[in-house]
């Protein structure tokens, strides 16, 4: 879909249509290693937080201990690995879908130097985002390892081709979000179960183990 390759088109039909050549588009790794990731990770929190919750009620009970540790192991070192993948995909968004990047961080004007943006609200309209906390060069860096590079905004394509700005922007915050804050419970039972030889058990860790896990 973002890579879109194994057919041509002939007038307006698909012709030597090619599934093979189609699922080893360029763009494959990156995103089957972000989602693959995303999985386990999505997974592994779902599952931690199933037996945090019963554990939480029957704190005497080995084998929701026990179920919990897995779940927090794998959920916990994909959180760790998937920013690490997030920074692959954005190079690959950087260089095939430059437009997808810019609506992703309400980048209106082509920048050097572009900031990475947390939060704002885009404003078409003035091609503004406001109340962002901006990290000076972070998009730059993201997008290309250099905190310097220059970064193509929305306004360097015809509006027509504009994606609904304010939409991919919110979808793209509340992912990383969700990410960031599934890492830091990682990082913080680690920290702990390094220090104290066990993961935390505590009440309110509990509590935010069954408040992280994935819903539907």
């Not at 997974?43 to 897995?70: C, K, N, Q, W």
């Not at 081709?161 to 039972?189: C, R, S």
């Amino acid at each position: 879909m973002n890579a879109p390759a194994g057919f041509r088109v002939v007038d307006g039909e698909f012709t030597d249509i090619d599934p093979l050549a189609a699922m080893a588009n360029g763009a494959v790794f990156s995103q089957t290693l972000h989602m693959t990731i995303a999985a386990y990770l999505a997974t592994g929190f779902a599952v931690a937080g199933v037996h945090a919750y019963y554990l939480a009620r029957r704190p005497d009970s080995e084998f929701h201990r026990r179920a919990l540790r897995i779940a927090l192991v794998l959920g916990g070192i994909a959180a760790i690995l998937q920013p690490i993948s997030g920074h692959h995909s954005a190079q690959d968004v950087a260089e095939r879908q430059p437009i997808k990047l810019a609506s992703m961080e309400g980048q209106f004007e082509t920048e050097a130097g572009a900031p990475l943006r947390l939060g704002g609200l885009p404003d078409v309209e003035t091609q503004t985002t406001r109340f962002a906390v901006e990290i000076p060069g972070g998009l730059s860096f993201l997008a290309f390892d250099d905190f310097k590079a220059t970064v193509r905004g929305l306004n360097d394509f015809p509006r027509g081709h504009w994606p609904p700005v304010a939409i991919v922007h919110f979808a793209f915050q509340i992912m990383v979000g969700l990410g960031f804050w599934m890492m830091a419970v990682a990082v913080y039972a680690f920290f702990v179960w390094f220090r104290r030889g066990a993961p935390p058990e505590s009440r309110w860790f509990l509590r935010v183990l069954t408040f992280t896990a994935p819903r539907e």
